[in-house]
């Protein structure tokens, strides 16, 4: 079978691999690496990817679409919280243990819980960034919190962070887990041992959070 990826050339010394979310493999590679060796590399790695690509939890766990109506459930920071509809004029979510939103809002009420997730998103995700940076002791330059598609968090060769907002509805370890996977790649760019040393020095239960993504990362596709 035929292995179709795309390379990205940047700054970077090594050769990485990763398949993302919708399949696609991604190939980053230093700017003067040869195509040729990097196909071999590519071949090396066969049956990596193909398991990572029929990997049905990564790529099929995604809930039925909710309906806006009292008595549903939305999920927060790993766990789920009624939903209760207000009479008000004016448009508004609350969090109080439940979530109250105004019955004027319900025609619209995705894009403000999403308005609302995104804002908990920079508030929550920012300053723990900031936190472990300095527990690890790497500087980043800018910090975005956006919608990025088949992935929660990525780096870039100018130190800059993007994180997924869907981030939000995942437990706090997991969103630890996150970041501080971020930032130990501005030490060492592969999963090497090393790395993962980094990492569990920092979030002991980073094994824990990799498997809550792999069996519930679905449940943060949808938009609430």
Partial sequence: MQINYK??????????ITVE??????VKAPKDADPAKIDQIVETKKLWIYKKLNDTHKYNLVEPTKEFVAGETVLYLGKKYRLEIETSENEHIKFAGKFIIAA?????????FIQWYKKQAVEKI????????????????KVFISDIK???????????????WKLIKAPMFVIDYVIVHELAHFLESNHTPKFWNIVEVQVPKYLKAKEWLKEHGGLLETDF
């Fill in 126 to 141: 920012l300053p723990r960034v900031k936190k472990h940076a300095l527990n690890i002791g790497v500087q980043y330059n």
């Fill in 150 to 164: 088949y992935r929660w968090g990525s780096c870039t060769p100018k130190d800059n962070l993007n994180f997924n």
């Fill in 21 to 26: 979310r919708d399949r696609s493999i991604i």
């Fill in 7 to 16: 390379i990205k050339y940047s700054d970077r010394k090594t050769v990485t």
């Fill in 104 to 112: 004027v809002s319900a025609e619209r009420a995705s894009s403000v």
